[in-house]
């Protein structure tokens, strides 16, 4: 079974930044997209960002391009989210979940994604 831990959450003014890494308990990222989703307190979760599991490929949501940044690092088995300028709007729990899509592009749909993590709060202050 698959064993995703978030880290480096934390609160942050607006235009700060956070690095969150998303730590894979088995040497399956060679193999998985991991894909970055968050939830803010009585909205629906929704994608943020995700890279293919050759790393080839990244996507991310509109509010967040030009801001955020994935990577992988697949022999540590870590993927990382780099989130600059944050907004009051980018609060919430922030998720990674790995799946394999089996295609060249990674997406940022929830079903395509089957292994989950425990969440790590991210809270942007105005």
């Known amino acids: 079974q698959l064993q995703l831990v978030e880290s480096g959450g934390g609160l942050v003014q607006t235009g700060g930044s956070l690095r969150l890494s998303c730590l894979a308990s088995?040497?399956?990222?060679?193999?998985?997209?991991i894909g970055w989703f968050r939830q803010a307190p009585g909205k629906e979760r929704e994608g943020v960002s995700c890279?293919?599991?050759?790393?080839?490929?990244?996507d991310y949501a509109d509010s967040v391009k030009g801001r955020f940044t994935v990577s992988r690092d697949t022999a540590k088995n870590m993927v990382y989210l780099q989130m600059d300028s944050l907004k009051p709007e980018d609060t919430g729990v922030y998720y990674c979940?790995?799946?394999?899509?089996?295609?060249?592009?990674?997406?940022?749909?929830?079903?395509?994604?089957?292994?989950w993590g425990q969440g790590t709060q991210v809270t942007v202050s105005s």
């Open positions: 890279i293919s599991s050759s790393g080839g490929s990244t």
């Open positions: 979940a790995a799946g394999r899509i089996l295609q060249a592009l990674c997406n940022l749909e929830i079903s395509s994604y089957n292994s």
């Open positions: 088995r040497s399956t990222l060679f193999f998985d997209d």
